[in-house]
Every structure is written in structure tokens, then in C-alpha cells.
């Protein structure tokens, strides 16, 4: 059971490139996320999904879009890489957090990328 | 603004002893907290959480209080291994409307070493 699971792991891109993050969870969950980590940052929210077919946006969506064809997949899109996207990557997913079934969420290794 | 803060960026302690990292958060609609664990090239795990109608919550070796008159919680690891040496995040989440779908807003991390 791979839980969630990113892929890339690296990559090394060059300012003006597009590229697209794929995040996969083999747990059925309902919500997908994906989140950039900074130094002194914390992690910060960039969309999320709470079904298969929604988006939504999150804290710091500008210059990143996504997408959620299937359920079991959250694709994460930088369409003109810029140096201020240099980041870790996390994509993360779970069923509610609330309720009696509430669950905290799952989180991949990251996707570590830096724009040049 | 920075709702969920953590003010230490590092905490060093000496094996056996107790571990207490600290949280503060700003933001009153906050109701549910979680303490995740983060190794280097890994993803955070979902550590311990606490709902906004406690005051404590223990998972063995681990315990969490809130303090909500005064918007801060606080992680105690007793006794502490060096296995516990790790970045902490601590993070919030707000059920209010029902429509924050588990949405959680980080701290900025402590590093915490536990020494043998």
C-alpha cells in the first residue's frame, strides 16, 4: 500500500519552462492538497480538491493551476516556472477532517524543485 | 499574517528528559490542531491532534494541551529518544460553516535534537 505518492522527485527547470507535478493516493480519499514548503515558511496551501472534477484555490495559487480527472489523482501545473517557485512540493489527502470519522491528512515525500 | 506561529525555531534536549515545543495561533475560529513529524526527504506524519473541546490529549509518550484563553498549545514528548530528532509543524484547521475541507495552516516548524 503506497498511500500517497509524488512524482517527480527532483527536477531542475529553467525560467520560463512548464512542467507538471503528479500526485497519486491509492487510499480512496475524498480531499487532495497541494502545498509549497519555504524555509521559515511552514507549508503553505496552494489548491485543493474535494472531489474528483473541483478545484479550489488556497493561500498562494498565483502561477499554478490544477487538475482532478480522477479521484486517485491531483495534478499540480506551473505553466511559465519562475526562480520565486523554487520549493519543496507536498501533495497530501484524506477523508473529512471532522466528524466522528475524522481523519488528519496523508502526506507524500515532496517534490523537490528549483527554477534557474 | 502569520495565524499559527512557532516561535523556536530549535530546541536541543538531552535524552530521557522531556520535550516541550510550543504553538500560538491568532486565529479564534480555529477548533481543531495537529502536531505532525517531518524527517529530512520525507513527508510530514500525522503525529497527535487535539479538538478545541479538550484541554489535553496523550498517545503514549506524547501529549498536547490547549490553552485556548490564551491561543496557545504545546507538544510534551517524555521521555524523549533520539529517534524523536525530527522538525516539528504544528497546524490548525477551522470547521466553521462546514466548509473548510480539513484545510490546515502550518507553523513555521521547530527543529528539535534530542541528544543520547
Known amino acids: 500500500n503506497a498511500g500517497v505518492t509524488q512524482t517527480p522527485k527532483f527536477r531542475v527547470l529553467k525560467t520560463g519552462q512548464s512542467m507538471t507535478l503528479l500526485c497519486a493516493q491509492d487510499?480512496?480519499?475524498?480531499?487532495m492538497y497541494w502545498y509549497r514548503q519555504d524555509p521559515g515558511m511552514g507549508l503553505r496551501l496552494i489548491h485543493y480538491?474535494?472531489?474528483?472534477?473541483?478545484?479550489a484555490k488556497g493561500e498562494v495559487p498565483d502561477g499554478y493551476n490544477v487538475s482532478r480527472l480522477k479521484k486517485q489523482n491531483f495534478l499540480l501545473g506551473l505553466e511559465s516556472a519562475a526562480p520565486s517557485q523554487t520549493s519543496v512540493y507536498f501533495c497530501?489527502?484524506?477523508?473529512?477532517?471532522?466528524?466522528?470519522?475524522?481523519?488528519?491528512?496523508?502526506f507524500g515525500d515532496g517534490t523537490r524543485l528549483s527554477i534557474l | 499574517d502569520q495565524q499559527v506561529k512557532q516561535n523556536s525555531p530549535s530546541l536541543s534536549v538531552q535524552e530521557g528528559r522531556i520535550s516541550i515545543l510550543n504553538c500560538d495561533y491568532t486565529?479564534?475560529?480555529?477548533?481543531?490542531f495537529l502536531w505532525y513529524k517531518k524527517y529530512p526527504a520525507e513527508g510530514p506524519t500525522f503525529l497527535i491532534s487535539i479538538s478545541s473541546i479538550k484541554d489535553k490529549n496523550e498517545d503514549g509518550r506524547f501529549t498536547v494541551f490547549l490553552n485556548k484563553s490564551a491561543k496557545h498549545l504545546s507538544l510534551h514528548i517524555v521521555p524523549s529518544q533520539p529517534g524523536d530528532s525530527a522538525v516539528y509543524f504544528c497546524a490548525a484547521s477551522s470547521n466553521a460553516g462546514g466548509t473548510s475541507y480539513g484545510k490546515l495552516t502550518f507553523g513555521q516548524g521547530t527543529i528539535l535534537t534530542v541528544h543520547p
Open positions: 497530501a489527502s484524506s477523508y473529512s477532517l471532522f466528524g466522528p470519522n475524522g481523519q488528519p491528512q496523508h
Open positions: 480538491s474535494v472531489g474528483e472534477g473541483t478545484t
Open positions: 486565529n479564534s475560529m480555529f477548533d481543531y
Open positions: 487510499m480512496n480519499h475524498e480531499y
